[in-house]
């Protein structure tokens, strides 16, 4: 996170949002790809995990753009729809998902 507006708060008991004003979806996914990456090389036991005997992340990124006037519920929707594809999909991985695609 490079810019003084960024945010990264507990949004849950194990979830995180992180808030990256002014960035588009190409950075957004490095980002994210980033920290998971950093999170998974400090090889952090977890003996409870049925994934890994280490910390990973899985994370799910959504983008607002000005023009799509989404509300801020819908972000967090598609935010948390793209996480469990990357959970479904074996975790420790960075999504996205394309709105569009996307039942109501």
Same mark, same amino acid.
């Given at each position: 996170?490079?810019?003084?507006?960024?945010?990264?708060?507990?949004?849950?008991? @194990?979830?995180?949002?992180?808030?990256?004003? +002014?960035?588009? @979806?190409?950075?957004?996914?490095?980002?994210?790809?980033?920290?998971?990456?950093?999170?998974?090389?400090? +090889?952090?036991?977890?003996?409870?995990?049925?994934?890994?005997?280490?910390?990973?992340?899985?994370?799910?990124?959504?983008?607002?753009?000005?023009?799509?006037?989404?509300?801020?519920?819908?972000?967090?929707?598609?935010?948390?729809?793209?996480?469990?594809?990357?959970?479904?999909?074996?975790? +420790?991985?960075?999504?996205?998902?394309? @709105?569009? +695609?996307?039942?109501?």
């Amino acid at each position: 996170m490079a810019d003084g507006r960024d945010l990264c708060a507990r949004y849950g008991g @194990e979830e995180f949002v992180v808030l990256l004003p +002014n960035t588009d @979806e190409k950075s957004a996914l490095q980002i994210a790809e980033k920290l998971r990456k950093n999170i998974e090389l400090e +090889n952090i036991p977890h003996q409870y995990s049925r994934v890994s005997h280490f910390v990973t992340v899985s994370v799910g990124v959504a983008t607002l753009m000005p023009q799509k006037a989404l509300p801020p519920e819908r972000l967090v929707e598609l935010a948390d729809k793209a996480l469990y594809r990357a959970k479904d999909l074996g975790r +420790n991985q960075v999504r996205t998902l394309d @709105e569009k +695609n996307l039942s109501p």
